[in-house]
């Protein structure tokens, strides 16, 4: 009985609701609305004239928009005098298509003369999509949208620009920032390529730039950095307006090399920098391991947040001895190419298999089958498939000579290539020898020593293709090698564990840049080298010794074609002391019956049913712990670098597990942990 009362006292509430916004208009502010279309019985014919009559009378206005929207003819103007917008005043209407009947009608207008200015009219800003002269009335004028310094006086003439960056920008007459806008939001993408070894830190330059110039076409806004911090890493990735990312670097499912040795990010650092954003839209995984793994845990798990709809991650699975590797660069560009011409995600990945099927079993796709790079509305426009081509040899940063063969690869989706032409800096464009597999012999020696730019471009007998540019060195009338170095100068008396630093010069007489090669030990063989500099430029570096002792500091000189100099005089270093390596041990699980990480009854060896945290205790009093590795058996399987140290092994198991901890501390020493656990499940 209450129950039907309280239905029959919400159907009469709704249809006085319905009754009131049918008779009466609506009226808010300086705005009337008259309801919708089916509510204007009480308009006739001599109402909606009035208010044609009225639009045609006022001045200053400007058409903005004259569309057929839905089953509706919208046109909206603006209040513009003398190429000033008056900030929030409008007309807007609405008619049926067929019969013209005035269905809305808004209109907020204000009549105002523009305050007098002397200050300079013309204003150039930086780097923007569209600007225009604006006035608000009053700081009500504002709304949500706004923000301005309190000091401002209204009526307030300005400049309202909108950056390609995305933000919107107000700036006085005289261009100075006076407030600013919330910013449009958009979607950008991210790409790196990690630390390899000293004598060639990054050799995956291709990768990381091939990934970025596709991203470019799909991406208000990239990003694309070599040898990245994992705290620069973390500040894209955290960053919700960030949806594409790519990786190449020396790691696996859990963690990858950053910006050197022992340096890594780890897929606990993206469960971290996604807690509070949306999923990676698409992540690549490209370490040698990246998806060996796609559990829980792993990157591909966390950029996806465990989630299977709207987010998809791609990468390599045993790279390391792939015969595929070494078309990973054509097939990653082809992948893209049909990526950028409206295939879903995994098509792309699918035909890209198939066009080097050599690298099929060493790459995985993981997420959402339907998803694609770009949104509906823009898929449905119609766009011609232009072809792709790709240089692959030489790679950005080679130094050639003589006669170089230019190679690479074209492709396209829906015809063929018809030919591919090459150019050298500005000269003319040469035909290619081949299509969809090319080459172009070219004499080096026709140009100067130093940088040139290498472009090709394909075209399929309608339509080129965009423009791929490789830089390369030219080095055609010899080299000299740099100077000897200095003799290393730093503290001669120092203690095991301390960091200390060394510096020293050389001088090339081509003025090449130079890389520095330290010897710590003295036993002829380089330890370390430096990034390159120029020439003549002091370098400094820092380095430890965790056993005391004797050594003799010496260093060696490299330039940018691999020639090198001969050692310098030693530096004598005593060393004092020793620097003990941590202390580590693995706290849980112990030796009891854990179910789905809960601690049951203790029993004489670890027994585990389900998921469980491996939690670890690392202590080094005097440099303290730089990172604790988690191995099952001998696979690495985590990297924590911050307390408490812990990993969640829950990939599913049945038998008996060696589970080892090793912590590192700040100068190097490592020591080990290890249980044996029986796990099912």
Request: hydrophobic share 35%; net charge negative; aromatic share 14%.
């Amino acid at each position: 009985m209450g129950d039907s009362l309280l239905r029959k006292g919400l159907v009469f509430t709704l249809i006085i609701l319905f009754i009131g916004t049918s008779v009466f208009p609506i009226v808010h502010g300086g705005i009337i609305a008259f309801g919708n279309e089916n509510n204007w019985t009480g308009i006739n014919t001599n109402s909606d004239k009035k208010i044609l009559q009225e639009i045609e009378e006022t001045k200053d206005k400007v058409l903005v928009v004259d569309e057929i929207i839905g089953e509706r003819e919208v046109k909206y103007w603006k209040h513009v005098i003398n190429d000033t917008c008056v900030k929030n005043d409008f007309i807007l209407l609405h008619q049926d298509i067929e019969s013209g009947k005035i269905l809305q009608y808004e209109r907020q207008w204000t009549d105002i003369q523009l305050p007098a200015s002397d200050s300079e009219e013309d204003f150039e800003p930086n780097d923007y999509f569209w600007k225009q002269k604006i006035i608000f009335l009053d700081d009500g004028d504002l709304t949500y949208f706004y923000t301005i310094s309190d000091s401002e006086e209204y009526p307030l003439l300005c400049w309202e620009v909108r950056h390609i960056d995305g933000t919107t920008i107000l700036y006085d007459l005289n261009g100075n920032r006076i407030g600013y806008g919330i910013p449009a939001p958009s979607s950008n993408g991210f790409s790196l390529s990690g630390f390899h070894e000293t004598s060639y830190p990054d050799p995956w330059i291709d990768f990381r730039l091939n990934a970025d110039s596709w991203f470019s076409r799909w991406c208000d806004q990239t990003v694309s950095i070599s040898l990245p911090t994992p705290a620069m890493i973390s500040s894209y990735v955290s960053n919700p307006d960030f949806e594409f990312f790519f990786e190449l670097a020396h790691g696996g499912s859990t963690y990858f090399q950053a910006n050197w040795y022992g340096s890594y990010y780890t897929s606990s650092d993206v469960t971290e920098d996604l807690r509070d954003r949306q999923p990676m839209k698409f992540a690549f995984i490209g370490s040698c391991g990246g998806m060996d793994d796609t559990g829980p845990g792993t990157f591909s798990y966390e950029f996806r947040k465990g989630e299977m709809v709207g987010t998809v991650t791609i990468g390599y699975t045993g790279m390391a001895t792939c015969p595929g590797w070494s078309v990973a660069l054509p097939w990653q560009d082809y992948m893209f190419y049909v990526m950028d011409a409206g295939y879903t995600i995994k098509k792309a990945f699918e035909l890209a298999c198939a066009q080097y099927p050599e690298i099929a079993p060493c790459v995985v796709f993981v997420g959402d089958p339907t998803l694609k790079v770009r949104e509906k509305e823009e898929e449905e426009k119609e766009k011609p498939i232009t072809p792709t081509v790709l240089i692959t040899h030489p790679t950005h940063g080679d130094t050639v000579n003589g006669t170089v063969t230019v190679t690479g690869t074209a492709h396209h989706l829906k015809g063929s290539i018809q030919k591919v032409y090459v150019q050298i800096d500005d000269s003319n464009w040469m035909v290619a020898n081949g299509t969809t597999k090319w080459s172009y012999v070219w004499d080096t020696t026709e140009v100067t020593d130093g940088e040139h730019l290498v472009r090709a471009v394909s075209f399929d007998g309608h339509l080129y293709s965009g423009c791929h540019t490789v830089a390369v060195n030219v080095n055609n009338h010899g080299n000299h090698p740099p100077a000897t170095p200095t003799t290393p100068s730093g503290p001669i008396s120092v203690e095991a564990g301390g960091i200390y630093m060394y510096s020293t010069a050389t001088s090339d007489p081509d003025n090449d840049n130079v890389t520095y090669g330290w010897d710590w030990d003295g036993d002829g063989v380089v330890d370390e080298w430096t990034d390159f500099y120029p020439s003549g430029v002091i370098v400094s570096v820092s380095h430890f010794w965790n056993i005391s002792g004797t050594y003799y500091v010496r260093v060696i000189s490299r330039d940018s074609h691999g020639v090198q100099s001969g050692f310098s005089s030693p530096l004598t270093v005593n060393v004092s002391g020793v620097d003990d390596a941590p202390n580590v041990s693995i706290t849980k699980p112990e030796s009891a019956f854990y179910f789905n990480d809960m601690r049951l009854l203790p029993f004489f060896t670890p027994i585990v049913f389900g998921g469980i945290h491996i939690e670890v205790d690392a202590v080094d009093e005097e440099s303290g712990i730089n990172r604790v590795e988690f191995y099952v058996d001998s696979d690495l399987k985590h990297v924590d670098a911050e307390e408490p140290y812990s990993w969640m092994w829950n990939e599913q198991a049945f038998g008996r597990y060696t589970i080892k901890a090793v912590a590192y501390d700040n100068t190097g020493n490592g020591v080990n942990d290890e249980i044996t656990v029986w796990k099912f499940f």
